[in-house]
């Protein structure tokens, strides 16, 4: 069964998500690492924003290597 909500642990990847107009149904603490988690529902938009999130870190991480 696949999940039907996305776990975002990152304070910067949350922030990209919310500049495209993805927003948290809820937000929670993990209860071992207490760390901030943000809850995202699953659809079109969020996997486009997450490809391009990786893409964007990627481009970022080669043009550092060079």
């Not at 998500?17 to 690492?33: A, C, D, I, R, Y």
Request: glycine share 4%; net charge positive; aromatic share 14%.
């Amino acid at each position: 069964m696949r999940k039907k909500y996305y776990e975002c642990y990152s304070y910067n990847l949350m922030q990209f998500l919310l500049e495209n107009g993805q927003m948290p149904f809820s937000v929670t603490v993990h209860n071992k690492t207490k760390k901030t988690i943000w809850l995202f529902n699953i659809n079109e938009k969020l996997s486009s924003s997450l490809k391009e999130w990786t893409k964007r870190g990627k481009e970022r991480t080669c043009s550092v290597a060079n």
